[in-house]
Structures are given as structure tokens and as C-alpha cells.
């Protein structure tokens, strides 16, 4: 087994996104592209030699390949021992767990979220610190500095390492232990959840299905749900992780699990719907007759979670990331909390959380999570509606109504423009920024703008700056609408509207979402000429 220094030419293309670097599997397959950026990582780090480094993923296709050169490089330069999931899994919140759990440095995430797997589909590989949350951005601007100059990488002239086997084995002077990846994850589950009241709530016949999208929250769905909460066996559906999801798009949204939302929407239909994504971070929330905005999810769940042993004492305060509803700040009003604003990216939560500012964190796409773990968590999510459902012993539309008759209603969609030409959606963006100093005071029909700005977030804890996080436009009424590009698509442009409009406790809360936010999708286009300049008619996603 010899060390070896292999020479190598940069990429230009190595820029982390929202989210670690997410490309195109074939993107990925060019030579060295894993092990420069892999290189890249461990270049703009100090101090790990002889630590331990977790590595895991959401099993997709290049998960395995990718997963063998990662531990190669790792052991090549210095790491002491390498932690990994049994068979390369680990779900994100897991990983983000194991980090914590057994002190390690950090850790390498092998995933692309809820974007496609398969050849054809995406791969990504995100840093994370060791305080389990990805790194933030002074660690990934400098990684994407090294990937330009980069010129060798180190790696060990070794077989595959046997991850099908839960031990301990050596490679050169490092240690691989192979753990199983779902143990610890759900013995931090147990402490923070009444358990025994959600088996009674099994028990007294409360039904659910948890979609596990072919990802890797099904082996973590299955123990947990059906396991240890005694769930009927079949509760959890495409429970087995497959490297292309099946061929189905692991995003736990309306459109991809349209089936289960019609199911819902059913007097047959379970009592409770949940899924996960492609990493398990993400989480979809339905009760019979009732879709949950993960914006109110956050609202909600940061209001009842006394109700679950692990935040009994009351939770310190919530964060939301920009584009959010504004659905929790009426809560952490009234609960005389610390609430936060962030720029779209967990990484903007991790200062607060070890801050002990905030508990609960939550984004409008589709996470939710606390300070037990520095990812979203999706199981966590579905764990804590399922202790508040016990404890509460109402319907999720039943809660949710009386959510809103306290604290007035905030209707929320986001539009998704995918896969818009990058020049386009670049110069769209570009025009409405420079346009936004003229924009305060304009009548829009009816509607006068109190505000127009490009998002800049200051953090309280380290005092850096964010600029150009988002373009907001805020009317007198308390409407708002959100304008930003994806940081996470993988080709050509996607951006995305959020449109938001407040109804007080007393209002209207009947009313369908996207009539209710009809005239601020005609603003919107009359601004930006969104449709007008993309050519599309419509957007390819609304969630
Ligand atoms: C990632 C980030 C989230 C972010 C989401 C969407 O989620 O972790 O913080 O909200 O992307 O980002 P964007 O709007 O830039 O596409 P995930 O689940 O993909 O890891």
C-alpha cells in the first residue's frame, strides 16, 4: 500500500452552491473531478491529522465509487480514522449526528439532495464541520479558491475497502470503522420524543404512510416508524434505497407525491401522510384533507413543541431562511423568542444554533429541523407532528385551523422557472436589481410597495456578511414577494417566486392558495416580465 501524490489540472466549474457542489453524474466521471475537489476540501482545513472524518451518503448511483476514492484521499492525507455507514449510507441528519456524536472533525456528505439520481441524474459531495452543520462560507469560498489552482492530489495505491461489514478494518495508518447507519440516529430520536404515547397513538388504530421515495430514509422510516413506534408493517412505502430512486424524482413535494396528497385528500386515505427526500433532510407533511406549507410546518411546530419531552423547557428561538413565510414570526412573537432571518442555506443556522439563540430552524423548502442536529431533518420533522398529534389528540386540519383562527393565516406558494437559459434568467434578475430603489411608494393594482431591496444578511454571532441573497418586495399591506435563483439546479437557470399574503386571525382562511395570490402573480409579471422574457406560460413547478 503506498502513498501516492498524483499530478492533476483544475476545474473551472468547482464553485459549492447552496449546498455543497451538486453536478451531473457525468460531470462528475471526468477524471479526478471527485478527488480534486475532494483535495480541495482537505487543502482548505487544518488540523485534522490523526481525527476522525465521517463520511456517508444517500446511496445513489456514484455513491460507491465516489465513497472508495473519498477514503483513499482521507487516508492519504492523515486523517486517523475514517466513520462510515454501513453499505456508504448515511441519511444528512444522521451524518450530521454522527459527527457530533463521536467528536469527529467534520464530514464528507455524498449526495445531491432531492435532485435526480442515476447516470444521467446528479451527484454532489458537500463539507461538513464538526459541529455537524455545512460549512459555512468562508470554508467553501476558500475550497472553490483551491479548486482553481489546484495541481496534485494524494491518495493510497489500496483495494476497495469491504463497507458491507460493520467493524473496524486499517487502510495505511487510518482506521475505517463501518457503523451501522441507522442506531444512533434513532437512539437521539428516542430522546427527544414521547414514544410511548406515539405507539398508543398507533395502537388506538391512527394511521399514516411514510413515503420514503426509494432514498435512504426508508431503512431509517422502517426501524423507527414501524420498529420501535410499532407502525403496521407497509406504513412505510418505497422503503428500499435505490441508486437511481427508481427512476423517481426524490423530492418530497405535491408533484412528486401527487399519488400520496390524492390518497389524503380521501375518506379512505390514511390519517397522516409524511416522505422524505433522496438524503432524508427534507420532510412533506398531509393530514387527511389538509396540506401542511412547510412554512406553517415550522409555525406549528415551533408552537407545540413544548409538547414534546426534549423541548419541554420552551425553545430559545426560531430561525427561518428569507424566502420563508413569516408564519413563525407571529409565533415567536407572542412566545417572546429571538427570531431570525438567513439567507436560503442550513449553513446559516449553524452560528445561532451554537449560539444557543435559536432551537428551531426551518425553510420554505421543505426543511425543518433543531438544534439536536445541524441539517434539516425530515424524520425529526415527522416524529415531532406525530408526538404533538399524540399528545393533542386532534387532526392535523384541526390543528392547523386553530393555528391560524390564533395567529391569522399567511398564504404562501413558490414558483419554480426550471431550467430557464442562465443568460436570461441572469439579465431578468439583473434588471429588476437595478430597478429597485424607484420601485418604494408605485401603486401596482391596488398595491403599494413599501419596500424593494436585494436581501443582506448580517450574522449576529460571527459578524459576517451575505450580500445579494434575494430581491424582496414588500407591500403596504404586509404582501410580499421573493425573487432569487436556485443555488442548487444543476443545469441552465432555475428561479424562483415566492409569493406570500398575510390574513389576520380573524380573516379569511378559506380561500385557494393560488387565487388568494393571483394578484401578486400578476404584479410579479408585470415587473419582471418573467414569462414574457423565459417564454414559458407557466412555471414548470408550483409548490
Ligand atoms: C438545499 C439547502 C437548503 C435550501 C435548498 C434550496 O436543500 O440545504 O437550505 O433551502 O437547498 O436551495 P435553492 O433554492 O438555492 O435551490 P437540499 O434539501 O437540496 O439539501
Same mark, same amino acid.
Given at each position: 500500500?503506498?502513498?501516492?501524490?498524483?499530478?492533476?489540472?483544475?476545474?473551472?466549474?468547482?464553485?459549492?452552491? @447552496?449546498?455543497?457542489?451538486?453536478?451531473?453524474?457525468?460531470?462528475?466521471?471526468?477524471?479526478?473531478?471527485?478527488?480534486?475537489?475532494?483535495?480541495?476540501?482537505?487543502?482548505?482545513?487544518?488540523?485534522?491529522?490523526?481525527?476522525?472524518?465521517?463520511?456517508?451518503?444517500?446511496?445513489?448511483?456514484?455513491?460507491?465509487?465516489? %465513497?472508495?476514492?473519498?477514503?483513499?484521499?482521507?487516508?492519504?492525507?492523515?486523517?486517523?480514522?475514517?466513520?462510515?455507514?454501513?453499505?456508504?449510507?448515511?441519511? @444528512?441528519?444522521?451524518?450530521?449526528?454522527?459527527?457530533?456524536?463521536?467528536?469527529?472533525?467534520?464530514?464528507?456528505?455524498?449526495?445531491?439532495?432531492?435532485?435526480?439520481?442515476?447516470?444521467?441524474? #446528479?451527484?454532489?459531495?458537500?463539507?461538513?464541520? !464538526?459541529?455537524?452543520?455545512? /460549512?459555512?462560507?468562508?470554508?467553501?469560498? /476558500?475550497?472553490?479558491?483551491?479548486?482553481?489552482?489546484?495541481?496534485?492530489?494524494?491518495?493510497?495505491?489500496?483495494? &476497495?475497502?469491504?463497507?458491507?461489514?460493520? =467493524?473496524?478494518?486499517?487502510?495505511? &495508518?487510518?482506521?475505517?470503522?463501518?457503523?451501522?447507519?441507522?442506531?444512533?440516529?434513532?437512539?437521539?430520536?428516542?430522546?427527544?420524543?414521547?414514544?410511548?404515547?406515539?405507539?398508543?397513538?398507533?395502537?388506538?388504530?391512527? @394511521?399514516?404512510?411514510?413515503? *420514503?421515495?426509494?432514498?435512504?430514509?426508508?431503512?431509517?422510516?422502517?426501524?423507527?416508524?414501524?420498529?420501535?413506534?410499532?407502525?403496521?408493517?407497509?406504513?412505510?412505502?418505497?422503503?428500499?434505497? +435505490?441508486?437511481?430512486?427508481?427512476?423517481?424524482?426524490?423530492?418530497?413535494?405535491?408533484?412528486?407525491?401527487? #399519488?400520496?396528497?390524492?390518497?389524503?385528500?380521501?375518506?379512505?386515505?390514511?390519517?397522516?401522510?409524511? /416522505?422524505?427526500? =433522496?438524503?432524508?433532510?427534507?420532510?412533506?407533511?398531509?393530514?387527511?384533507?389538509?396540506?401542511?406549507?412547510?412554512?406553517?410546518?415550522?409555525?406549528?411546530?415551533?408552537?407545540?413543541?413544548?409538547?414534546?419531552?426534549?423541548?419541554?423547557? !420552551?425553545?430559545?428561538?426560531?430561525?427561518?431562511?428569507?424566502?420563508?413565510?413569516? *408564519?413563525?414570526?407571529?409565533?415567536?412573537?407572542?412566545?417572546?423568542?429571538?427570531?431570525?432571518?438567513?439567507?436560503?442555506?442550513?449553513?446559516?443556522?449553524?452560528?445561532?444554533?451554537?449560539?444557543?439563540?435559536?432551537?428551531?430552524?426551518?425553510?420554505? +423548502?421543505? =426543511?425543518?429541523?433543531?438544534?439536536?442536529?445541524?441539517?434539516?431533518?425530515?424524520?425529526?420533522?415527522?416524529?415531532?407532528?406525530?408526538?404533538?398529534?399524540?399528545?393533542?389528540?386532534?387532526?392535523?386540519?384541526?390543528?392547523?385551523?386553530?393555528?391560524?383562527?390564533?395567529? =391569522?393565516?399567511?398564504?404562501? @406558494?413558490?414558483? #419554480? $422557472?426550471?431550467?430557464? #437559459?442562465?443568460?436570461?434568467?441572469?439579465?431578468?434578475?439583473?434588471?429588476?436589481?437595478?430597478?429597485?430603489? +424607484?420601485?418604494?411608494?408605485?401603486?401596482?393594482?391596488?398595491?403599494?410597495?413599501?419596500?424593494?431591496?436585494?436581501?443582506? $444578511?448580517?450574522?449576529?454571532?460571527?459578524?459576517?456578511?451575505?450580500?445579494?441573497?434575494? %430581491?424582496?418586495?414588500?407591500?403596504?399591506?404586509?404582501?410580499?414577494?421573493?425573487?432569487?435563483?436556485?443555488?442548487?439546479?444543476?443545469?441552465? *437557470?432555475?428561479?424562483?417566486?415566492?409569493?406570500?399574503?398575510?390574513?389576520?386571525?380573524?380573516?379569511?382562511?378559506?380561500?385557494?392558495?393560488?387565487?388568494?395570490?393571483?394578484?401578486?402573480?400578476?404584479?410579479?409579471?408585470?415587473?419582471?416580465?418573467?414569462?414574457?422574457?423565459?417564454?414559458?406560460?407557466?412555471?414548470?413547478?408550483?409548490?
Amino acid at each position: 500500500m503506498t502513498l501516492q501524490t498524483i499530478k492533476t489540472t483544475p476545474y473551472a466549474d468547482q464553485k459549492p452552491g @447552496t449546498s455543497g457542489l451538486r453536478k451531473r453524474v457525468t460531470v462528475y466521471q471526468q477524471p479526478n473531478y471527485v478527488e480534486n475537489y475532494i483535495q480541495a476540501i482537505f487543502d482548505s482545513l487544518e488540523g485534522f491529522a490523526g481525527q476522525t472524518l465521517v463520511i456517508g451518503g444517500d446511496g445513489r448511483y456514484y455513491n460507491d465509487v465516489a %465513497i472508495q476514492k473519498a477514503i483513499r484521499i482521507a487516508a492519504a492525507n492523515g486523517f486517523g480514522k475514517v466513520l462510515v455507514g454501513q453499505g456508504g449510507l448515511l441519511s @444528512t441528519p444522521a451524518a450530521s449526528h454522527v459527527i457530533r456524536h463521536y467528536k469527529a472533525f467534520g464530514g464528507l456528505v455524498l449526495s445531491a439532495s432531492h435532485n435526480p439520481g442515476g447516470p444521467e441524474g #446528479d451527484f454532489g459531495i458537500k463539507y461538513n464541520i !464538526g459541529n455537524g452543520g455545512p /460549512a459555512p462560507e468562508k470554508i467553501t469560498d /476558500a475550497v472553490f479558491d483551491r479548486t482553481k489552482v489546484i495541481d496534485s492530489y494524494k491518495t493510497l495505491d489500496t483495494p &476497495d475497502i469491504d463497507l458491507g461489514k460493520i =467493524g473496524t478494518q486499517q487502510i495505511g &495508518d487510518m482506521v475505517v470503522e463501518v457503523i451501522d447507519p441507522v442506531t444512533d440516529y434513532a437512539a437521539l430520536m428516542e430522546t427527544l420524543f414521547d414514544f410511548d404515547a406515539i405507539r398508543a397513538l398507533f395502537k388506538s388504530g391512527f @394511521t399514516m404512510t411514510f413515503d *420514503a421515495m426509494n432514498a435512504v430514509t426508508g431503512p431509517y422510516a422502517k426501524a423507527i416508524i414501524e420498529g420501535i413506534l410499532g407502525a403496521p408493517a407497509g406504513t412505510v412505502i418505497n422503503g428500499v434505497p +435505490s441508486p437511481s430512486f427508481n427512476d423517481g424524482h426524490p423530492d418530497p413535494n405535491l408533484v412528486y407525491c401527487k #399519488d400520496m396528497y390524492d390518497l389524503l385528500m380521501t375518506p379512505e386515505g390514511p390519517d397522516f401522510g409524511a /416522505a422524505s427526500d =433522496g438524503d432524508g433532510d427534507r420532510n412533506l407533511i398531509i393530514g387527511k384533507n389538509r396540506f401542511v406549507t412547510p412554512s406553517d410546518s415550522l409555525a406549528l411546530l415551533a408552537a407545540n413543541a413544548h409538547l414534546a419531552p426534549g423541548y419541554k423547557g !420552551g425553545i430559545a428561538g426560531i430561525a427561518r431562511s428569507m424566502p420563508t413565510s413569516a *408564519a413563525a414570526d407571529r409565533v415567536a412573537e407572542k412566545l417572546g423568542i429571538e427570531m431570525h432571518e438567513t439567507p436560503t442555506g442550513w449553513k446559516f443556522f449553524g452560528n445561532l444554533l451554537d449560539a444557543g439563540r435559536v432551537t428551531i430552524c426551518g425553510e420554505e +423548502s421543505a =426543511g425543518t429541523g433543531s438544534d439536536h442536529v445541524r441539517e434539516k431533518d425530515g424524520l425529526w420533522a415527522v416524529l415531532l407532528w406525530l408526538n404533538i398529534l399524540a399528545v393533542r389528540k386532534q387532526g392535523v386540519d384541526e390543528i392547523v385551523r386553530e393555528h391560524w383562527a390564533t395567529y =391569522g393565516r399567511n398564504y404562501y @406558494t413558490r414558483h #419554480d $422557472y426550471e431550467e430557464v #437559459d442562465s443568460a436570461i434568467a441572469n439579465a431578468l434578475v439583473d434588471d429588476l436589481r437595478g430597478r429597485l430603489s +424607484s420601485l418604494p411608494g408605485q401603486v401596482i393594482d391596488g398595491l403599494e410597495i413599501a419596500y424593494a431591496d436585494d436581501f443582506t $444578511y448580517h450574522d449576529p454571532v460571527d459578524g459576517s456578511t451575505s450580500a445579494k441573497q434575494g %430581491i424582496r418586495i414588500g407591500f403596504k399591506d404586509g404582501s410580499r414577494i421573493v425573487l432569487r435563483l436556485s443555488g442548487t439546479g444543476t443545469v441552465g *437557470a432555475t428561479l424562483r417566486v415566492y409569493l406570500e399574503r398575510y390574513e389576520p386571525a380573524d380573516g379569511q382562511h378559506n380561500l385557494d392558495t393560488q387565487e388568494a395570490l393571483a394578484p401578486l402573480i400578476s404584479i410579479i409579471e408585470k415587473l419582471a416580465g418573467i414569462q414574457k422574457r423565459t417564454g414559458r406560460n407557466e412555471p414548470s413547478v408550483i409548490t
